[in-house]
């Protein structure tokens, strides 16, 4: 966290710590990262899975799950998206505060997956700022903690997600 | 053991004599597998059968409308007159020995109205609503035909044979302003 032990006097030895708004501003986000589940299919279950105790995604203080897109700030698309179900996924995102960001679990949010069809949306990135792609079909609950994770290390770091750099560049 | 084997004739069900009866002229073919009945009926006098076995043979249950595209199948063609689609109505009884029964109605391209069961069976609402959506077939008659699965703007009717697999590019040129209106 780049703490300082701040210039020690004999009152303050060890009592004070110095350090700047944005890391412990960051510190707190990434320990409680709020997920907005958007569950269309099999990724859901191991979302599930994720959540539940023998996973336990508490364990990275993830574990509010919201749903109320008002309430949360990492949206988790886990399955595939239609045409017709686009328009209600953005709106969902829309809605969210920033800083937000995304995840695409599996093969289908990523790319289409094995639904190579007139229908389905080949990447949810089409539309939405991904900040981190799991592979996999589905991909282990391992995966979702691991990609929780590396939101986490972007945070810590001081990165923006990606939507709000799109937001800026517009 | 082999020899103990009987082949015997499958006795003909109770309700596919009762409709070869009162429907002898509609009825286009017919077949029996496993006790369970199949008949493809000419489109003018469908609606009068199913109603047949609604009301008289308690066939109360709607589990099924759909359509069959045998524009690629030249057998199936030539069998009923080079009709495109077959409109196919799944029914189900809680009473009698032939608890299923499949009914058929091939339906010419240029010609794709069937009469809607919905006043029959409620259920056949949204079953003739996707049906409407994958195959183009209008239902007459029918409360609310409109698309069910596609979006209300798609163009065409994707489960019919000549349709792309990958779509006309719908998915490439979605267009968000149309569809939040």
Redesign the interface.
Known sequence: MGLDFGSSTEQTDGNIITTTIDKVVNWGRKNSLWPMPFGTACCAIEMMATLASKFDLSRFGSEAIRFSPRQSDLLIVSGRIS??M??VL??IYDQMPEPKWVISMGACASCGGVF???????GVDQ?LPVDVYIPGCPPRPEDLIDAVMQVQRQITKGELPKGSEVAHNE | MNDEIEVTEEAQPLVLQKLQDKFADALLASSVIRNGVSVVVNKDNSYALLEYLKTDLAYSYLVDVTAVDNSKLESELMQYDYARFMVVYQLYTFEGETSRIRVKVPVHEKDLKVPTVTLLWKGANWLERETYDMFGIEFEGHPDLCRI???DDFEGH?LRKD??????G??ES?N?EK??A
Request: aromatic share 16%; no cysteine.
């Open positions: 045409i017709k686009m328009p953005k709106r190579d069809t007139y229908t389905l949306i080949q539309f | 699965l596609m979006p994707p349709y792309p697999l990958r779509g006309r719908e998915r979605f968000f569809q939040n």
